[in-house]
């Protein structure tokens, strides 16, 4: 792979992507190999918003390479609470670290960072923008349990502001992939993302009932329907009961179905799916380091190649 | 009445720029494109709604005393790809400029997506890429259809 940032999946080959899970399946076969890789390297966490899985694992990640990591700690305790600018607090802060990890609520903010900084430069979600290394993730979790070409997939749940379903749709046109999206009208795919799908000559089959394409899919990637988007609770209760799932849904469903979720879930997926072979969302969840490891290890190597003149 | 009877509803200029088969209701959006509200002291005579025969109805706009550069001519295609622009001196056209459209227009809209950064106060100017029919926001993405660019100009 050779980019300098991770901003948005859009800018993935498929050689880039295959490049990264190649990677990070020689990571997650012999862990310990890549103890060192990264010593005395220090990776900066910069969440403008609450994260859980995202953060601790680049924090894991960074640590497993044998690097250290600093974390600017929450929005309320650091000084863009007094009004620093995120370009400002993003030159500073690059003074610090070898590369950055960058989540902020605003789209186009990790691009508009990359603008300020010469340092490796990884995009944890841009509001409701992109979250590229999710998309990884969630593709090396479909590559082992589903493969990537010739499988159909379907993806349920918040298409118009789920940031990893932007990342996801885009980065799987890289595949030979059908793809289905299962949405209420109201959270359709966004008109960027259609744009997107377009150009790359992927077919878009958008659906409003699971049902109509559940016996078909390889891969169902569920995700969550957030009460905020509803100007009522009423609507929003409505909707949202239509995309959950329980394992009398999937009676209709392949034996060898793939389900997976970026989580948190709330309430998408019931708890007794956990229990069957389809569920697949904590072993995706894990997969985190790994595939972040050999992303983090793949721009520092790049930053250096870069810095010492070396082959291009 | 006579075709040119109806073109000396507008009056003709000495020198400067006539604008000309502008999509009728594009007059003033491109005069706020181009950044000309008469506090220069040029004058400046509009048409709006005038007969023609290639639009049906069109705009048309005069300035005075002032000739457009190919990077202003270039920017007016994102609104106006169909105008034709003449370069007037001494009443006689000299040039005409043809419109190409540009790669990309930087600092003339603003991003109709409100939570795209270029909307917060971050030092950083918008900029779209252009597109066939339309215009997208390099940062967040945004595609802005060629019909509603003109209510996203971001220009005094």
Same mark, same amino acid.
């Given at each position: 792979m050779r980019q300098d940032h991770l901003i948005s999946a859009t800018q993935l080959s498929r050689a880039d992507i295959e490049a990264v899970l190649d990677r990070a399946a020689e990571i997650d076969a012999d862990p310990g190999a890549w103890e060192g890789r990264r010593r005395g390297e220090i990776l900066g966490l910069c969440f403008f918003e609450p994260s859980t899985r995202t953060r601790m694992s680049f924090d894991t990640a960074m640590k497993r390479l044998g690097g250290q990591t600093i974390d600017m700690g929450s929005v309320e305790s650091s000084s863009v609470k007094k009004g620093e600018t995120l370009a400002d607090t993003m030159r500073v802060v690059e003074g610090y670290a070898d590369a950055l990890v960058l989540r902020h609520p605003l789209e186009g903010s990790a691009k508009m960072a990359t603008e300020f900084v010469d340092v490796p430069l990884v995009n944890a979600g841009d509001g409701a923008g992109q979250h590229p290394t999710q998309t990884l993730l969630d593709l090396y979790t479909m590559r082992e349990n589903a493969g990537l070409d010739d499988v159909t997939v379907g993806i349920m749940g918040d298409l118009k502001y789920g940031r990893t379903v932007?990342?996801?749709?885009?980065?799987?046109?890289?595949?030979?992939?059908?793809?289905?999206?299962?949405?209420p009208e109201s959270l359709q795919l966004p008109r960027s993302v259609r744009y997107d799908l377009h150009e790359s000559g992927?077919?878009?089959?958008?659906?409003?009932? $699971?049902?109509?394409?559940?016996?078909? @899919?390889? +891969?169902?990637?569920?995700?969550?329907?957030?009460? =905020?988007?509803? %100007?009522?609770?009423?609507?929003?209760?409505?909707?949202?009961?239509?995309?959950?799932?329980?394992?009398?849904? $999937?009676?209709?469903?392949?034996?060898? @179905?793939? +389900?997976?979720?970026?989580?948190?879930?709330?309430? =998408?997926?019931? %708890?007794?799916?956990?229990?069957?072979?389809?569920?697949?969302?904590?072993?995706?969840?894990?997969?985190?380091?790994?595939?972040?490891?050999?992303?983090?290890?793949?721009?520092?190597?790049?930053?250096?190649?870069?810095?010492?003149?070396?082959?291009? | 009445m006579s075709d040119t009877d109806r073109e000396l509803r507008v009056s003709k200029i000495r020198n400067g720029t006539v604008i000309d088969h502008l999509a009728a209701g594009q007059a003033l959006n491109v005069l706020a494109l181009l950044g000309i509200?008469?506090?220069?002291?040029?004058?400046?005579?509009?048409?709006?709604?005038?007969?023609?025969?290639?639009?049906?109805?069109?705009?048309?706009?005069?300035?005075?005393?002032?000739?457009?550069?190919?990077?202003?001519?270039?920017?007016?295609?994102?609104?106006?790809?169909?105008?034709?622009?003449?370069?007037?001196?001494?009443?006689?056209?000299?040039?005409?400029?043809?419109?190409?459209?540009?790669?990309?227009?930087?600092?003339?809209?603003?991003?109709?997506?409100?939570?795209?950064?270029?909307?917060?106060?971050?030092?950083?100017?918008?900029?779209?890429?252009?597109?066939?029919?339309?215009?997208?926001?390099?940062?967040?993405?945004?595609?802005?259809?060629?019909?509603?660019?003109?209510?996203?100009?971001?220009?005094?």
């Open positions: 932007h990342s996801l749709a885009s980065a799987l046109t890289n595949f030979d992939v059908r793809q289905h999206f299962v949405s992927a077919q878009v089959r958008e659906h409003t009932e $699971l049902g109509e394409v559940l016996p078909d @899919l390889d +891969v169902l990637y569920v995700t969550r329907i957030q009460r =905020e988007r509803f %100007p009522d609770e009423n609507e929003y209760l409505k909707v949202a009961g239509e995309y959950q799932i329980d394992t009398d849904d $999937l009676e209709a469903a392949k034996d060898s @179905l793939t +389900v997976m979720h970026p989580l948190p879930r709330v309430d =998408e997926i019931a %708890p007794e799916v956990d229990e069957t072979t389809h569920a697949k969302y904590f072993e995706q969840a894990h997969n985190g380091v790994p595939v972040r490891m050999a992303l983090l290890d793949m721009l520092l190597e790049n930053a250096q190649t870069d810095t010492t003149g070396g082959d291009e | 509200d008469g506090s220069g002291g040029e004058g400046v005579s509009i048409g709006m709604n005038v007969p023609s025969d290639k639009l049906a109805k069109k705009d048309i706009v005069k300035v005075e005393d002032r000739e457009l550069s190919q990077s202003e001519v270039d920017v007016l295609s994102v609104i106006a790809p169909e105008a034709t622009i003449n370069i007037i001196r001494e009443y006689d056209v000299v040039d005409k400029k043809r419109i190409d459209r540009p790669d990309a227009v930087a600092g003339v809209l603003s991003c109709p997506n409100r939570n795209c950064i270029t909307n917060a106060e971050e030092p950083v100017a918008t900029r779209f890429a252009v597109l066939s029919d339309g215009l997208r926001c390099d940062y967040c993405g945004e595609i802005v259809r060629e019909d509603e660019v003109a209510e996203h100009l971001d220009v005094t």
